[in-house]
């Protein structure tokens, strides 16, 4: 239900299918980079722009989430990542997430 709801403001705000992909995506398939023998095919599933908006919920899922924004970002790419404030603040939620993590 919430997909295809992204599907419709999509089209709604006036683009289409072409230009803006809406899909489900399980971050942790990400912290292991993909073995291929083909480079050219990785690019291929790479994009310019990524914008993401009140998606992490945990702290725990800070690195599968910049692990699989490294992974489908072109390597001169932009990740737009909106957040409201999760109060992260004791010990065990510590944690940072950058491209090298």
């Known amino acids: 239900m919430l997909l295809e709801s992204l599907r419709d403001s999509v089209f709604e705000n ?8 809406v899909k489900r995506i399980d971050w942790t398939e990400y912290l292991v980079p993909a073995r291929t023998e083909d480079e050219n095919a990785v ?8 914008v993401a908006s009140d998606c992490i919920y945990y702290a725990t899922l800070l690195k599968p989430f910049a692990a699989a924004l490294r992974h489908f970002l072109k390597p ?20 940072h997430a950058s491209p090298e993590s």
């Open 14 to 21: 006036g683009f289409d299918d072409e230009s803006v992909f």
């Open 43 to 50: 690019l291929e599933n790479r994009y310019d722009v990524l």
């Open 76 to 95: 001169d790419g932009v990740a737009y990542v909106m957040s409201t404030d999760r109060g992260w603040n004791d010990e065990r939620d510590d944690m």
